[in-house]
């Protein structure tokens, strides 16, 4: 039995932050119906591709039934409708009004299902001044300071490589449908005006992003700081930085805790400076980042990786290899912990991908297939669960319904 078993959600977002969410439901246990435009995600065009099979779906799309939906024609909408007259869960990610407009917006919705939670996932949210613009991931990175604090201290903000914004926001989503579920079917016992009923969650992929990057608003009010780019330092604590080691290779260490910096300090044949009286204090330990980094970078250069990897696991300090993703590929804890799964496709045979990224002792859910053809799915959850017979599924096809 997983977790969500008998959870149904459908998924009409697109790209990245809302078919997220519905990824890692579907990853334990969820029924998810995953509700694309004839044309397709945007995401089968992302990344790269192999006999013209989009790898990045295969992930993104995985344990989701897969049909295909305009939701833009009335038909369309009323598909919809009828797909959501059931379900637990819809994810959105239009700008706001959208849905409105085609007549399926939530309170359409939850006149006809009470239970609905709709999750609607935008870059601004559903209001303030912003919330008509376009957003992405890209756009919450720069506007939530997260831009302005990534980067070396000499060179301009740096935007993450990857979708940070979306699949932080994505995880927010996920805490926001199971306590919405919650609400709704525990939580509500005691108020009998809500129990049972459904809400919105209104998710704007700048919020949750803002929220990771920890109490720089409070150090503003209270104090008038601006925090500057600090590369791999650490504004509150030190030596915690990249670091090279003999062979090349490169090692993150971190000293968050006062044991573990005196560790480290031992370790790297400089223990003096443990009885400084700076020393006892991580902000005043990062004063002197320069002292404590030549320290640590003098020591780990001189040891090839395993060498350091080693010191540093039996003086129980923290430290870390910089792994490429082949090296994350075959790293022993990663692969000790099955975090990299292989599930085997109808197009590409064994595909290896990320796991789930958290493990339940009863339940720990999994892949129980990737991300299937366009439309793959049509006749299975039209005909079977809507009753539409061949005739007019036919009919939807050549109105470009489906």
Same mark, same amino acid.
């Given at each position: 039995?997983?977790?969500? *078993?008998?959870?149904?959600?459908?998924?009409?977002?697109?790209?990245?932050?809302?078919?997220?969410?519905?990824?890692?439901?579907?990853?334990?246990?969820?029924?998810?119906?995953?509700?694309?435009?004839?044309?397709?995600?945007?995401?089968?065009?992302?990344?790269?591709?192999?006999?013209?099979?989009?790898?990045?779906?295969?992930?993104?799309?995985?344990?989701?039934?897969?049909?295909?939906?305009?939701?833009?024609?009335?038909?369309? +909408?009323?598909?919809?409708? @009828?797909?959501?007259?059931? *379900?637990?869960?819809?994810?959105?990610?239009?700008?706001?009004?959208?849905?409105?407009?085609?007549?399926?917006?939530?309170?359409?919705?939850?006149?006809?299902?009470?239970?609905?939670?709709?999750?609607?996932?935008?870059?601004?949210?559903?209001?303030?001044?912003?919330?008509?613009?376009?957003?992405?991931?890209?756009?919450?990175?720069?506007?939530?300071?997260?831009?302005?604090?990534?980067? #070396?201290?000499?060179?301009?903000?740096?935007?993450?490589?990857?979708?940070? %914004?979306?699949?932080?926001?994505?995880?927010?989503?996920?805490?926001?449908?199971?306590?919405?579920?919650?609400?709704?079917?525990?939580?509500?016992?005691?108020?009998?005006?809500? *129990?049972?009923?459904?809400?919105?969650?209104?998710? +704007?992929?700048?919020?949750?992003?803002?929220?990771?990057?920890?109490?720089?608003?409070?150090?503003?009010? #209270?104090?008038?700081?601006?925090?500057?780019?600090?590369?791999?330092?650490?504004?509150?604590?030190?030596? @915690?930085?990249?670091?090279?080691?003999?062979?090349?290779?490169?090692?993150?260490?971190?000293?968050?805790?006062?044991?573990?910096?005196?560790?480290?300090?031992?370790?790297?044949?400089?223990?003096?400076?443990?009885?400084?009286?700076?020393?006892?204090?991580?902000?005043?330990? %990062?004063?002197?980042?320069?002292?404590?980094?030549?320290?640590?970078?003098?020591?780990?250069? #001189?040891?090839?990786?395993?060498?350091?990897?080693?010191?540093?696991?039996?003086? #129980?300090?923290?430290?870390?290899?910089?792994?490429?993703?082949?090296?994350?590929?075959?790293?022993?804890?990663?692969?000790?912990?099955?975090?990299?799964?292989?599930?085997?496709?109808?197009?590409?045979?064994?595909?290896?991908?990320?796991?789930?990224?958290?493990?339940?002792?009863?339940?720990?859910?999994?892949?129980?297939?990737?991300?299937? *053809?366009?439309? +793959?799915?049509?006749?299975?959850?039209?005909?079977? @669960?809507?009753?539409?017979?061949?005739?007019?599924?036919?009919?939807?096809?050549?109105?470009?319904?489906?």
């Amino acid at each position: 039995m997983s977790s969500l *078993a008998g959870l149904k959600v459908v998924d009409v977002a697109t790209l990245f932050a809302g078919p997220m969410i519905a990824t890692v439901l579907g990853d334990h246990g969820a029924d998810v119906i995953k509700v694309e435009h004839p044309r397709g995600d945007p995401v089968r065009t992302h990344g790269y591709s192999k006999d013209g099979v989009p790898l990045w779906w295969k992930a993104l799309g995985r344990n989701k039934h897969a049909v295909t939906l305009n939701l833009s024609k009335p038909q369309g +909408a009323e598909l919809l409708a @009828r797909l959501v007259a059931d *379900a637990d869960v819809l994810i959105e990610n239009f700008r706001p009004g959208t849905l409105e407009r085609w007549g399926i917006g939530p309170e359409q919705l939850l006149a006809r299902n009470p239970r609905l939670i709709v999750v609607r996932v935008t870059g601004f949210g559903q209001s303030g001044p912003y919330a008509s613009r376009p957003g992405f991931g890209t756009l919450a990175e720069s506007m939530s300071g997260f831009a302005f604090l990534n980067g #070396q201290p000499d060179g301009p903000p740096t935007l993450p490589p990857f979708g940070f %914004a979306d699949g932080v926001a994505a995880l927010a989503g996920v805490g926001a449908v199971m306590m919405a579920l919650y609400r709704r079917d525990v939580g509500a016992a005691a108020d009998n005006a809500q *129990a049972g009923r459904g809400q919105v969650v209104d998710l +704007a992929l700048i919020d949750p992003i803002l929220g990771v990057l920890g109490p720089q608003p409070t150090f503003y009010d #209270q104090l008038g700081i601006i925090p500057e780019r600090e590369g791999n330092r650490s504004l509150h604590n030190a030596p @915690r930085n990249i670091y090279q080691c003999k062979d090349g290779s490169w090692v993150a260490v971190s000293t968050s805790a006062q044991a573990i910096a005196e560790r480290v300090m031992r370790l790297v044949g400089h223990p003096e400076v443990i009885d400084e009286p700076w020393f006892g204090s991580g902000r005043e330990r %990062a004063k002197r980042a320069d002292l404590l980094d030549a320290h640590v970078s003098g020591w780990i250069g #001189q040891h090839d990786l395993d060498q350091v990897i080693s010191a540093f696991e039996a003086a #129980q300090a923290a430290v870390a290899p910089v792994n490429n993703v082949e090296q994350v590929m075959n790293d022993a804890q990663y692969r000790a912990r099955g975090s990299i799964v292989a599930v085997e496709d109808d197009e590409l045979g064994t595909v290896r991908m990320p796991g789930p990224m958290f493990k339940l002792s009863d339940t720990p859910g999994g892949v129980r297939w990737a991300g299937r *053809a366009l439309g +793959a799915d049509n006749d299975a959850i039209y005909g079977e @669960r809507l009753g539409l017979g061949a005739d007019a599924l036919a009919k939807l096809r050549s109105g470009g319904v489906i």
